[in-house]
């Protein structure tokens, strides 16, 4: 392997799809990724996203787990694989032949947030039952990657909200990772990779977010603010695609930024124009975020471990939350959109690597 800033830990990965049971006898977990992190009463809290499938193919056909809002109940449609006006090619979801690239009318799988605990950050105790799962038009297809950041005594949960309108950003609040209280969307699809920053800064609260363009416009990250974590304005792009390097295909926050004497630690995710997902570190000005210090010029992490090359979708890390004690670093990754692993690295390495 080449040098990486993060050391990846002995055991990974630490979560697999089969160590955790699906939510239902009639579906399969194909992947436990793309985790938030919190610490809540002496405990490392990993909000995974769970994703599942139907199980078995019954004479070529594709079932698709779709959420019905009028019954309340997961719903399965059937699509013969045969019908040529489908394309299959794509694991992750099902287009019309006739769509634009990119666009796509199902996916494979269904995914919610479930919740596992540890006390040493290395061993995880996954809860029986999802801990947030969908139940509005805007989540039909889906809850995925969750943010947690922690105000005061509140947690606040920002997640892709998937359904045929798009990915947008929803919002759900906890105080205790038992009772949850939905905030519904805070930004309208195209959008996702939200990240809450853990305090005021000048009276405002800021987040980083990815709006996805379908026709002029990158995959690049932007900075918002508000006053109430709610509705959220001025809007500006912060910082974008580097062409020709490793995140030259899309970007968006990772973790929580981390608050350091230098500045705002953001841990970002970047994809090549070839969907190989790495780890990289963007440096923010403490007083005015939408100032880009530094920027780490090489991948903090990149996929080369058998299990983070091999998988679901394969040759992706993708981190969703650290956990920091004192100068070191503990981030929680997502793996071939299949497990979840942790790696390790100080503040000071990362910060070094910044230029």
Known sequence: MTSSVFKRCSGNPMLTPAQVQPHRPDFEVIGV??????WYQGEIILLLRVAE???????????????????NKLQIKVIDRTDGTYEFSDTRAIRLKSDSPGTFRYLTSFSYLRIARSRDGRHFTVDPNPFLFPNTPFETFGIEDPRVTQIGDTYYITY??????GVGVGLAITKDFVNVQRQGLILPPENKDVVILPEKIQGKYYILHRPIGKSIGLPEVWIAESDNLFSWGNH???FGLREGKWD???????????????GWLELYHGASKRNRYCMGAILLDLEEPWKVLARSEHPILE???????????????FSCGVIV????????YGVADTSMACATASLKDILSCLS
């Open 236 to 238: 500006r792009l912060l």
């Open 53 to 71: 499938r139907p199980v078995g193919w019954e004479g070529g056909d594709t079932r698709i787990p779709i959420f019905d809002t009028e019954t």
């Open 325 to 332: 004690q004192d100068d070191e670093v503990t981030m929680y």
């Open 33 to 38: 990724f793309n985790a938030g992190t919190a």
């Open 248 to 262: 030259d295909g899309r970007i968006g926050a990772g973790a929580v930024p981390i608050k350091t004497k230098e």
């Open 303 to 317: 996929p080369e471990a058998p299990y983070e090359v091999d998988g679901f979708f394969g040759n992706v890390v």
């Open 160 to 165: 892709s909200a998937v359904s045929p309108a």
